[in-house]
T-cell receptor
Framework: QKEVEQNSGPLSVPEGAIASLNCTYSDRGSQSFFWYRQYSGKSPELIMFIYSNGDKEDGRFTAQLNKASQYVSLLIRDSQPSDSATYLC???????????FGTGTKLQVIP | SQTIHQWPATLVQPVGSPLSLECTVEGTSNPNLYWYRQAAGRGLQLLFYSVGIGQISSEVPQNLSASRPQDRQFILSSKKLLLSDSGFYLCATVPPRRTEAFFGQGTRLTVV
């Protein structure tokens, strides 16, 4: 079982729609959860982090965490063509102090 | 805020040649440091991480090694490159009392 799993996509949504990205993780001791955006040929950029169960909103982005189900999600409202990128889910495991990434979901926003 | 310097940005090396990639961090002390590799169209594979000077944890046994000779310097090395070593190498830091990782600009390595 992979430590962090994501659907590779591509996920295609029309401009203005809500994009929903999902991630599951295997280590129940994981403490912190992150979403990164990576444009082609560039390094990942942190866009959201969440530590507690529930929702966290920042502008058009909402991160959701359910530790009981070991599930993290990212919602992007009013999707724009500039949101087209690969979205990486990451998990920080405090015991080992390492950050593990999923394989990423490619999002395509169609104008 | 911290800044991560990686160089070179691109590198083309023949099979069997040595490799040395350097990463330096500014703006923080005693950070955790990480080396990741991303093969074309793939996710980030954690190669090595370090929680302090001289402390290296290896995630993937292969022909790569890492060293941390100074607090804010992390070096990735190989004695003999393989074709399969091609990829996008990323250095990342997690500052003290934080858990989110910040990345350098990366080095795109092509082994020919």
């Amino acid at each position: 079982q992979k430590e962090v799993e994501q659907n590779s996509g591509p996920l295609s949504v029309p401009e203005g729609a809500i994009a929903s990205l999902n991630c599951t993780y295997s280590d129940r001791g994981s403490q912190s959860f992150f979403w990164y955006r990576q444009y082609s040929g560039k390094s990942p950029e942190l866009i959201m982090f969440i530590y507690s169960n529930g929702d966290k909103e920042d502008g058009r982005f909402t991160a959701q965490l359910n530790k009981a189900s070991q599930y993290v999600s990212l919602l992007i409202r009013d999707s724009q063509p500039s949101d087209s990128a690969t979205y990486l889910c990451a998990v920080y495991s405090g015991g080992y102090q390492k950050v593990t990434f999923g394989t990423g979901t490619k999002l395509q926003v169609i104008p | 805020s911290q800044t991560i310097h990686q160089w070179p940005a691109t590198l083309v090396q023949p099979v069997g040649s040595p490799l040395s990639l350097e990463c330096t961090v500014e703006g923080t002390s005693n950070p955790n440091l990480y080396w990741y590799r991303q093969a074309a169209g793939r996710g980030l594979q954690l190669l090595f991480y370090s929680v302090g000077i001289g402390q290296i944890s290896s995630e993937v046994p292969q022909n790569l090694s890492a060293s941390r000779p100074q607090d804010r310097q992390f070096i990735l090395s190989s004695k003999k490159l393989l074709l399969s070593d091609s990829g996008f190498y990323l250095c990342a830091t997690v500052p003290p009392r934080r858990t989110e990782a910040f990345f350098g600009q990366g080095t795109r390595l092509t082994v020919v």
